[in-house]
């Protein structure tokens, strides 16, 4: 039991934590914030003295955020699939053409490209926009400053790079760095100023403290949970639930209000425009736009689910527990190898530009080659819209590991998450997307890329729900197929979205704000 001992981070809460020279010499480059207003007697004589004001500003400047952040939202959107569908409009041309290893050779080499832009531009021009962001932003509200993360160079910086390292096919989502960047607006906006840019506007120079730009900050992360998920319920008890130390009822009502602004603000425009094209119908909202997962499909609810429910939260209770502990041992090997590095600058960036090309590239060989195992599959739903991949197939049929691994993860959460598709997917398709998937979703967290883990923690709960309702249904019999509704619960897909949410919350620690951000997200709870 050496291997689960030696390098743990995190001891029991029961025993308090002994620093160590190293660890305190790491603490003390970091600055402490002071939030709390200093409430002397010669303060309170003032305030006393002040007329009422009305906070019109905050509002203004909430305002302002929220639409920073939807325009954000939607170009980091746009852009993604933008360039996604160029690598597989490509790589399919060559699959129908039969040149399977052209198409190989094309998906690596345009991947690799897109990873390379996504870590030179880290490691060059700005390393402190690596990562999701999530961790420096929570340890910016919690009073540690630290430097860089709030710049504008460190916003366009994760702005490309994520939009890159996603669209290369890698195991990583935007939502992470999308929250990231909701923080970087607010605090960037709200000072109506820039050291980058040279200006220094003549407004609101009150809310110029470390209290005012906290609370902006929150609610800019508040509004990029929100512009990801199109969830502002969920973006504001993301904002109270994860993020922020300090709350009033005050700061909860303007960081709803900026969070509904930046929801409007990413689903008016995702709705009028689809990679960059307009679509002729600005102001019509339309749900598959802006609904990333749309189920439209319900069952009714019955008792009899909470049991296979309840051990489905057990199993991805300790597969969270497991990424999580795989995660941090990798980490803790990255940190072993960059000290054997040591202070040779140069070599140790290269060493953090090649591991996520080493990546990218066994993924993409994954992509292609092992879908090709899979034979074609008769297309039960063929009246469907779900985004099955032919991969080569003709039009009635298609592939079903191709469709879980070839597709983007959102399509694939879509395919997993779909009612009354019983056979649309295999047992093996799924088993084997898991064991692939899992290791290289755990191998691609903590690279210096500007990414998430939303999406991959999705997906690897969908997978495992929708294997256990392939249980469920081989032990019970098909019942989906019946005129009764009472065995309608009994659906691979229903499964999925609980294994999702269940595998995301194992990991997140997120309960309250997780639910209402798959419910939102699924259009409703069906």
Same mark, same amino acid.
């Given at each position: 039991?050496?291997?689960?001992?030696?390098?743990?981070?995190?001891?029991?809460?029961?025993?308090?934590?002994?620093?160590?020279?190293?660890?305190?010499?790491?603490?003390?480059?970091?600055?402490?914030?002071?939030?709390?207003?200093?409430?002397? !007697?010669?303060?309170?004589?003032?305030?006393?003295?002040?007329?009422?004001?009305?906070?019109?500003?905050?509002?203004?400047?909430?305002?302002?955020?929220?639409?920073?952040?939807?325009?954000?939202?939607?170009?980091?959107?746009?852009?993604?699939?933008?360039?996604?569908?160029?690598?597989?409009?490509?790589?399919?041309?060559?699959?129908?053409?039969?040149?399977?290893?052209?198409?190989?050779?094309?998906?690596?080499?345009?991947?690799?490209?897109?990873?390379?832009?996504?870590?030179?531009?880290?490691?060059v021009?700005?390393?402190?926009?690596?990562?999701?962001?999530?961790?420096?932003?929570?340890?910016?509200?919690?009073?540690?400053?630290?430097?860089?993360?709030?710049?504008?160079k460190?916003?366009?910086?994760?702005?490309?790079?994520?939009?890159?390292?996603?669209?290369?096919?890698?195991?990583?989502?935007?939502?992470?760095?999308?929250?990231?960047?909701?923080?970087?607006?607010?605090?960037?906006?709200?000072?109506?100023?820039?050291?980058?840019l040279?200006?220094?506007?003549?407004?609101?120079?009150?809310?110029?403290?470390?209290?005012?730009?906290?609370?902006?900050?929150?609610?800019?992360?508040?509004?990029?949970?929100?512009?990801?998920?199109?969830?502002?319920?969920?973006?504001?008890?993301?904002?109270?639930?994860?993020?922020?130390?300090?709350?009033?009822?005050?700061?909860?009502?303007?960081?709803?209000f900026?969070?509904?602004?930046?929801?409007? !603000?990413?689903?008016?425009?995702?709705?009028?425009?689809?990679?960059?094209?307009?679509?002729?119908?600005?102001?019509?909202?339309n749900?598959?736009?802006?609904?990333?997962?749309?189920?439209?499909?319900?069952?009714?609810?019955?008792?009899?689910?909470?049991?296979?429910?309840v051990?489905?939260?057990?199993?991805?209770?300790?597969?969270?527990?497991?990424?999580?502990?795989?995660?941090?041992?990798?980490?803790?090997?990255?940190?072993?190898?960059?000290?054997?590095?040591?202070?040779?600058?140069?070599?140790?960036?290269i060493?953090?530009?090649?591991?996520?090309?080493?990546?990218?590239?066994?993924?993409?060989?994954?992509?292609?080659?092992?879908?090709?195992?899979?034979?074609?599959?008769?297309?039960?739903?063929?009246?469907?819209t779900?985004?099955?991949?032919?991969?080569?197939?003709?039009?009635?049929?298609?592939?079903?590991?191709?469709?879980?691994?070839?597709?983007?993860?959102?399509?694939?959460?879509?395919?997993?998450?779909?009612?009354?598709?019983?056979?649309?997917?295999?047992?093996?398709?799924?088993?084997?997307?898991?064991?692939?998937?899992?290791?290289?979703?755990?191998?691609?967290?903590?690279?210096?890329?500007?990414?998430?883990?939303?999406?991959?923690?999705?997906?690897?709960?969908?997978?495992?729900?929708?294997?256990?309702?392939?249980?469920?249904?081989?032990?019970?019999?098909?019942?989906?197929?019946?005129?009764?509704?009472?065995?309608?619960?009994?659906?691979?897909?229903?499964?999925?979205?609980?294994?999702?949410a269940?595998?995301?919350?194992?990991?997140?620690?997120?309960?309250?704000?997780?639910t209402?951000?798959?419910?939102?997200?699924?259009?409703?709870?069906?």
């Amino acid at each position: 039991m050496k291997f689960f001992e030696r390098g743990r981070e995190y001891e029991s809460r029961f025993v308090n934590h002994q620093y160590q020279e190293s660890e305190k010499e790491v603490l003390s480059k970091y600055e402490s914030l002071d939030y709390f207003t200093p409430h002397s !007697t010669v303060y309170k004589d003032w305030l006393k003295k002040q007329s009422p004001r009305i906070e019109w500003d905050r509002w203004v400047t909430m305002g302002l955020i929220g639409f920073a952040v939807g325009m954000t939202g939607f170009l980091l959107h746009q852009g993604i699939q933008l360039l996604t569908s160029l690598i597989k409009e490509n790589v399919t041309k060559q699959i129908e053409e039969g040149e399977l290893m052209m198409a190989c050779g094309l998906q690596v080499l345009i991947s690799v490209l897109f990873v390379l832009i996504s870590a030179i531009s880290v490691q060059v021009i700005c390393p402190a926009a690596a990562g999701s962001g999530l961790p420096e932003l929570i340890a910016y509200l919690n009073g540690t400053y630290v430097e860089k993360i709030f710049s504008l160079k460190a916003y366009v910086v994760k702005f490309v790079s994520c939009i890159m390292a996603v669209a290369s096919g890698l195991p990583a989502g935007p939502e992470g760095p999308m929250i990231s960047l909701g923080g970087l607006i607010g605090a960037g906006i709200s000072q109506f100023k820039s050291k980058t840019l040279h200006f220094d506007m003549p407004f609101f120079k009150r809310l110029r403290n470390a209290e005012d730009r906290r609370n902006f900050l929150t609610a800019g992360a508040g509004a990029g949970v929100s512009a990801a998920f199109g969830a502002p319920v969920g973006g504001l008890l993301f904002a109270l639930e994860e993020v922020s130390s300090f709350w009033s009822d005050k700061l909860g009502w303007q960081t709803f209000f900026c969070c509904m602004v930046a929801t409007f !603000t990413a689903d008016l425009f995702s709705s009028a425009f689809e990679k960059f094209q307009y679509t002729g119908s600005f102001g019509l909202f339309n749900k598959d736009s802006y609904i990333i997962f749309h189920v439209d499909k319900a069952i009714p609810l019955n008792l009899l689910i909470f049991v296979p429910a309840v051990i489905l939260g057990v199993i991805c209770g300790v597969l969270g527990a497991l990424f999580t502990f795989s995660s941090l041992k990798i980490l803790r090997l990255r940190k072993t190898l960059e000290e054997k590095i040591g202070g040779r600058v140069i070599l140790l960036k290269i060493a953090k530009v090649v591991e996520p090309v080493v990546i990218v590239v066994v993924v993409s060989v994954i992509k292609v080659l092992v879908a090709d195992l899979f034979p074609c599959t008769t297309n039960p739903n063929t009246e469907s819209t779900l985004p099955v991949e032919q991969y080569g197939c003709n039009d009635s049929c298609y592939n079903p590991f191709a469709t879980l691994f070839f597709n983007p993860g959102e399509e694939a959460i879509h395919v997993l998450f779909s009612r009354q598709t019983l056979n649309l997917l295999t047992p093996l398709a799924c088993a084997l997307s898991l064991l692939l998937y899992f290791p290289l979703a755990v191998w691609t967290c903590g690279t210096c890329l500007a990414t998430g883990l939303v999406v991959p923690m999705l997906l690897i709960g969908a997978l495992v729900g929708r294997l256990l309702g392939f249980l469920a249904v081989y032990v019970m019999g098909n019942m989906t197929d019946t005129s009764s509704e009472y065995w309608a619960w009994l659906d691979p897909g229903a499964f999925a979205l609980i294994g999702a949410a269940a595998f995301f919350g194992g990991v997140s620690r997120l309960t309250m704000s997780l639910t209402v951000i798959m419910v939102t997200c699924c259009y409703s709870s069906k």
